[in-house]
């Protein structure tokens, strides 16, 4: 008889993804802290509020996406769970890789509501490409004249409707909610960054900020470390010298965002449950 193996393979792969993005985000950290201008730490803080106000927000964009999926499978569901299981989706996915936050709670739904993971990833799977399009309208708008931008954008809510509309299979006719809610994330995405720049001193333009906006919204969708810890920064740092700035301004730009969503989600469990982690018999019967 042949024996089988078991494949450590993927635990071995989730704990290397977890030693680069953590590497990768001390190393950024550590570079932007030496290379930080010294007047930076002078400013005070009062842009944080805002932030942390965007902060919630995009949470609660987060949950009403979640009641499309619910409502679609004509399934009641109250607020509180919703949100609860919209921010500890949102700290284990900055915790395992590739979105492995979500598969780990789809169990929640399963025990609580006549639905099948399979029913949660097919939507994650429809509603993932939406930001990344949202991402690009708004590139047009940095290379094309703002005749064109308003063309593309008015266009993607036209063919949006008229798919809703016409074509019946899948979440389809979700979709002009579905993207009106990505729409309003990248809005929140912009007036978190601007607010953040402004918190460190720096005083520049929401067409400005959308450099870092549309690349935030962008990977937000696309998984590479755990909740993209190291990646973000990395990429905002190289972005920074395009609008002036010094690139460990755009890495601390994105170690703050980063520690603004941990901070908020863990305030919201706390409110909710007075525990960060819960256990799982809480999971279920909440």
């Excluded at 030693?19 to 803080?45: H, M, R």
């Excluded at 949660?120 to 429809?126: D, E, K, P, S």
């Excluded at 929140?188 to 001193?201: A, E, K, R, T």
Aim: hydrophobic share 55%; glycine share 4%; with cysteine.
């Amino acid at each position: 008889m042949r024996i089988i193996e078991p494949n450590n393979s993927q635990p071995r792969l989730i704990l290397i993804k977890q030693i680069i993005g953590y590497s990768l985000f001390a190393i950024a950290i550590l570079y932007a802290l030496s290379k930080t201008p010294s007047e930076i730490w002078d400013v005070e803080p009062i842009w944080l509020i805002p932030a942390s106000l965007l902060t919630i927000a995009s949470l609660f964009i987060q949950v009403l996406q979640l009641k499309i999926f619910m409502k679609h499978h004509e399934q009641e569901i109250h607020w509180k769970w919703m949100t609860q299981f919209t921010v500890r989706k949102g700290i284990l996915n900055t915790l395992l890789p590739a979105k492995s936050g979500t598969l780990v709670l789809l169990h929640t739904l399963t025990k609580r509501y006549n639905l099948t993971w399979k029913d949660y990833v097919h939507f994650m799977l429809f509603c993932s490409p939406v930001p990344v399009l949202v991402s690009l309208v708004f590139l047009s708008s940095l290379l094309f004249s703002p005749l064109i931008f308003s063309t593309i954008l008015l266009l993607t809510f036209f063919l949006s409707f008229i798919l809703g509309r016409q074509v019946s299979i899948s979440y389809m006719r979700h979709l002009p909610l579905i993207l009106f809610y990505a729409y309003v994330s990248y809005f929140i995405f912009l007036g978190l960054l601007w607010c953040i720049l402004l918190g460190l001193g720096y005083d520049i333009t929401m067409y400005e900020a959308s450099y870092f906006a549309i690349a935030i919204n962008a990977l937000s969708q696309i998984s590479i470390t755990p909740g993209n810890i190291g990646v973000r920064e990395t990429i905002l740092g190289i972005l920074a010298p395009y609008l002036s700035l010094p690139i460990s301004v755009g890495i601390l730009s994105g170690a703050i965002l980063f520690a603004l969503r941990v901070a908020v989600s863990a305030l919201i469990l706390l409110l909710f449950e007075g525990r960060i982690i819960p256990k799982d018999e809480d999971i279920v019967s909440n």
